[in-house]
């Protein structure tokens, strides 16, 4: 049919395979093989056909790659269609993943046939997207309201049993999928089995079913802030009991159109291949072959230790949790187990998960119980001098391959390296709070870090989890450096009049986790006091930046830990609320410091905070220290809280138009602190060239 889709007639069944690695997405190719191979199969003496895929998975979805470029017929909805309306009894044979417009296919077919490992979704929502092929249409039909909205909107897939359960496949498979399928399909015809058609259907929605659309508009508003594409795909199952299936068809057509042209889809498709894209490392040795990691040792069993702790045992490696003594050791089992403990209560984990998890895990306060780890991560106080020491100490113990990795938030690399007589095994494995949740991981190249230990480095991170960035060498590595121009940006614009519930706000409206501020007081004002007080003036920069800080620090507003920061939170909700004697103590430090108020808008605010990033970025991409733009939109999108419908903000500056940011940070230098807006030469660069990052 094409080099990617063959039919043959295999007794009185026509079965089309689709061949397309690496997850046979419904690429131009595949929908025309396929295509041509149902028209084949309406004319012969099949009875029945079967679709099934060779390689790992059934279709995984529409080919994302050709999403923005000229579509070419046949278009899938078409496709799917002439599927639907096939004469013949068609069956779809499903393994792996049947995705979005691969498991859109298989709704298309007349019964659909699933090994028990298959799982089914439709991911779209997670692209800003909605199922475009008929999806949204012919899953109401068949398996309801309630599971439409979980499947669409959440976009995670689920168990051949649970389709089965709920209406969605027909007949589990126990080994052979093809042969199995294919004699499914025979006694099917033998049986004289109706060509069952989802879009056949007649869908009524009951007054629960519109409590369920109403609860999930409103809950959907809320989780998925400044999303379209949800709301969107409750339009769709609307439509789909509201309207007969062509015009359901149509309307889906139009929502689908619409968030393709949104610049949500854009910005949450340059994530997905952003995402693999950070996996690989350019000019590694490829030869160099990670390290198998069986057992790993943390040392500190603090806030970070432990958290880091949790991802190995989860991943069922076995971990040595040292700390100086036994009471802190005991001290950091003991919020482990608490952490697991709400785990079972909110009905995440069983009492034996639990059991198997924290078997995993040995507490020690020996170093030499380290001596046949194949990874060491150190996560003691941020202080180079206790890490030279800590590192000097596992260079006599540890075996000669083993991994040597700092969870260090800004001390160099190079100098902890240089404390053992093997540099090129230490590398840095920075964690984000609470490093159980967060997602990201920057895996942190020094000067000789050898690329084994980076691969294994970068393994690791997948086994446990986590989205790993590399980042070279650099004050704060690739994160952590881009926050200060923001954080400092955040508190000029505090002191030119904007308070912190108008800046955090502004943040959150636009898609920010959480604002600036709000962050500052959960992380602790007194960790950014402490790193302050070992710089020099010239070091900290503008007072102007720090000195409500300082002052809430020494007024004892620590942030949420001591009640009151920023704001003042309420004991038992934790709830932030404004609080008059920060507006005073704000107002004190402009008198001071000979500063005005003046009105500063949201969108000034917003501008500001985003291009300080973006800008810092562009510089950390020139030097070297990340290796793409989207590892860095990465970076803030699973470690700060970035919003991935905006793309990360080097993907959102690029798509706003490197014009405009030149544009704009060049009123910052007019209208502002000039010092603050050296505009990046890659930026100014890029967009006198018209060239992307
Ligand atoms: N189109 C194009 N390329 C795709 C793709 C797709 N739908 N899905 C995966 N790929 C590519 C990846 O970019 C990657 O390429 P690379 O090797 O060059 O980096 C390669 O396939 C392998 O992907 P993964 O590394 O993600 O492999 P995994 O085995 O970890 O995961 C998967 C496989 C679960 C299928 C995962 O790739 C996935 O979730 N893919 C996206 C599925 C999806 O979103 N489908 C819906 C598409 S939109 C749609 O169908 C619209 C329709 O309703 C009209
Ligand atoms: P913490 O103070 O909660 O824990 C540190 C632990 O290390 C303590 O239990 C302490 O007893 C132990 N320790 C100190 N010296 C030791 C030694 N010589 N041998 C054995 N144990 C020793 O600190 P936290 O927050 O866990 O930070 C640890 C490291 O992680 C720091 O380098 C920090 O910069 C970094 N980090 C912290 C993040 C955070 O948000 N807390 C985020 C990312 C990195």
New binding site residues.
């Given amino acids: 049919m094409t080099d990617v889709v063959s039919y043959a007639l295999e007794g009185t069944v026509g079965v089309i395979r689709v061949n397309n690695p690496p997850v046979n997405a419904l690429s131009h190719g595949v929908r025309s093989g396929i295509a041509n191979a149902l028209t084949t199969a309406a004319q012969d003496g099949s009875e029945a056909v079967v679709i099934l895929c060779e390689g790992r998975t059934f279709i995984a979805g529409a080919d994302i790659t050709e999403f923005g470029k000229p579509p070419k017929a046949p278009y899938l909805p078409d496709l799917l269609n002439q599927l639907d309306n096939h004469p013949k009894l068609t069956v779809a044979a499903i393994h792996g993943t049947a995705l979005g417009g691969g498991f859109e296919t298989a709704l298309s077919c007349n019964y659909r046939v699933a090994l028990a490992s298959a799982k089914v979704g439709l991911p779209e929502v997670k692209l800003g997207l909605l199922p475009g092929a008929g999806g949204t249409q012919r899953t109401p039909r068949l398996a309801g309201v309630a599971t439409s909205i979980e499947l669409m909107t959440s976009g995670n897939p689920i168990s051949a049993e649970a389709a089965l359960q709920k209406g969605l496949i027909d007949h589990i498979a126990t080994d052979n999928l093809a042969e199995e399928a294919i004699a499914y399909a025979k006694r099917l015809v033998a049986d004289q089995a109706p060509q069952r058609q989802a879009s056949a259907i007649t869908l009524a929605l009951d007054e629960a079913d519109r409590e369920l659309i109403s609860k999930a508009r409103s809950t959907l508003a809320k989780k998925t802030r400044g999303e379209s594409a949800p709301q969107r795909i409750i339009d769709c199952i609307e439509a789909s009991a509201e309207l007969d299936f062509d015009a359901g068809l149509k309307r889906e057509r139009e929502l689908f159109m619409a968030c393709m042209e949104d610049p949500q889809s854009a910005a949450l498709r340059h994530m997905f291949f952003a995402e693999r894209a950070a996996a690989k490392i350019d000019g590694i040795d490829t030869s160099a072959e990670p390290t198998e990691v069986k057992r790993v040792g943390i040392?500190?069993?603090?806030?970070?230790?432990?958290?880091i702790a949790m991802c190995f045992a989860q991943a069922g490696v076995q971990v040595t949790l040292?700390?100086?003594?036994d009471e802190?050791?005991a001290?950091?089992i003991s919020k482990i187990k608490t952490n697991y403990d709400i785990s079972v209560k909110r009905g995440r984990l069983s009492l034996d998960q639990v059991e198997a998890i924290m078997s995993q895990i040995k507490p020690s306060?020996h170093?030499e119980d380290l001596a046949d780890a194949d990874m060491v991560i150190?996560?003691?106080?941020?202080?180079l001098a206790?890490?030279k020491?800590?590192f000097a100490r596992l260079d006599t113990i540890c075996k000669q391959d083993a991994v040597l990795a700092?969870?260090?938030?800004?001390?160099s690399i190079d100098d902890i390296a240089a404390a053992t007589s093997r540099p090129e095994s230490v590398l840095g494995m920075?964690?984000?709070?609470p490093?159980n949740v967060m997602k990201l991981l920057e895996v942190v190249k020094g000067d000789k870090s050898s690329d084994r230990v980076i691969a294994t480095a970068m393994a690791v991170g997948k086994r446990i989890g986590k989205t790993s960035v590399l980042s070279g060498m650099c004050y704060g590595f690739i994160g952590n450096r881009m926050l200060r121009p923001y954080a400092r940006e955040a508190a000029l614009c505090m002191m030119e009049g904007a308070s912190p519930s108008q800046i955090d706000a502004a943040m959150e409206n636009w898609g920010m986790a959480m604002g600036p501020l709000a962050v500052g007081d959960l992380?602790g004002l007194d960790?950014g006091y402490k790193a302050r007080e070992q710089l020099s003036d010239e070091q900290k920069g503008d007072p102007a930046s720090y000195r409500v800080a300082d002052r809430l620090v020494e007024a004892g507003r620590l942030g949420q830990k001591s009640g009151a920061g920023y704001y003042r939170y309420d004991p038992e909700t934790r709830q932030r609320m404004a609080d008059p004697e920060v507006d005073a103590i704000i107002d004190t430090c402009r008198d001071e410091l000979g500063i005005v108020a003046r009105t500063v808008s949201d969108e000034e605010i917003v501008d500001r905070l985003i291009l300080a990033l973006a800008n810092e970025g562009a510089r950390i991409l020139d030097e070297g220290i990340a290796q793409r733009a989207s590892d860095i939109d990465v970076v803030y999108c699973y470690g700060y809280g970035f919003p991935r419908h905006r793309g990360g903000p080097m993907h959102f500056v690029q798509a706003r138009g490197l014009t405009w940011a030149v544009q704009r940070m060049t009123e910052f230098q007019q209208n502002l602190h000039q010092d603050n807006w050296p505009i990046a030469s890659l930026i100014a660069d890029s967009a006198e060239r018209g060239e992307a990052l």
Wanted: charged letters at 10%.
């Fill in positions: 040392i500190g069993a603090g806030t970070m230790g432990g958290g040292i700390d100086m003594s802190a050791v001290a950091g306060t170093f150190e996560a003691v106080f941020e202080n206790v890490k020491e800590v700092s969870n260090t938030s800004y001390q920075h964690f984000f709070s490093a992380a960790i």
